[in-house]
């Protein structure tokens, strides 16, 4: 039972170095509430810039319905997204993942554009990690940088449309889908 909706919000962390990447949790996660209970329906998370978060959103990880998240903007520098175990119709539009926006955010210690945690994020980082989801609306993506641009996988459905991945190792990994067009 629940929802609940992150709205407008900068995540920084200041501590990361871009020279000397350090793992986080999950900036935005998805988890059990106070009763034990995941939260099912409606997790929402809307304008959000993830300046330099090690593994960005996780969401559906722990069986969720109808998420929406929509205008996030950032450098994810391990994982951007990552969605498992939705069991309703999800709404990812407008996801905007490069090495730059960490350059361009004007926080004390950004990198350059071509800093080193742009070698990272290309050596090791995934833009969005699609997994288990039974179906859902899924467009306007720009992802750039990554060693994985978009990893679709484990009975994952679509549709997909506007997906613009650009200077990644592998652009498009396809491991399993449903029989949903993509």
Request: hydrophobic share 35%; aromatic share 12%.
């Amino acid at each position: 039972r629940g929802s609940a909706r992150l709205d407008g919000v900068s995540i920084w962390y200041p501590e990361q170095s871009a020279s000397s990447i350090v793992p986080y949790p999950p900036t935005i996660h998805n988890l059990r509430n106070e009763n034990g209970r995941y939260p099912k329906h409606l997790s929402q998370v809307y304008c959000v810039n993830l300046i330099n978060s090690y593994f960005g959103i996780n969401i559906g990880t722990t069986n969720t319905a109808l998420p929406n998240i929509g205008h996030v903007y950032g450098s994810p520098l391990k994982v951007g997204l990552r969605m498992d175990e939705n069991t309703d119709v999800s709404r990812i539009i407008d996801i905007h993942f490069t090495p730059e926006y960490w350059a361009w955010s004007g926080m004390p210690n950004a990198p350059s554009e071509n800093g080193a945690h742009a070698a990272f994020m290309f050596a090791e980082g995934t833009g969005i990690d699609y997994l288990r989801s039974d179906n859902g609306f899924n467009g306007f993506w720009e992802i750039s940088g990554y060693s994985k641009g978009l990893v679709i996988s484990y009975r994952s459905g679509g549709p997909f449309y506007d997906i613009n991945i650009q200077k990644s190792v592998d652009a498009f990994i396809l491991k399993e889908a449903n029989q949903t067009p993509l």
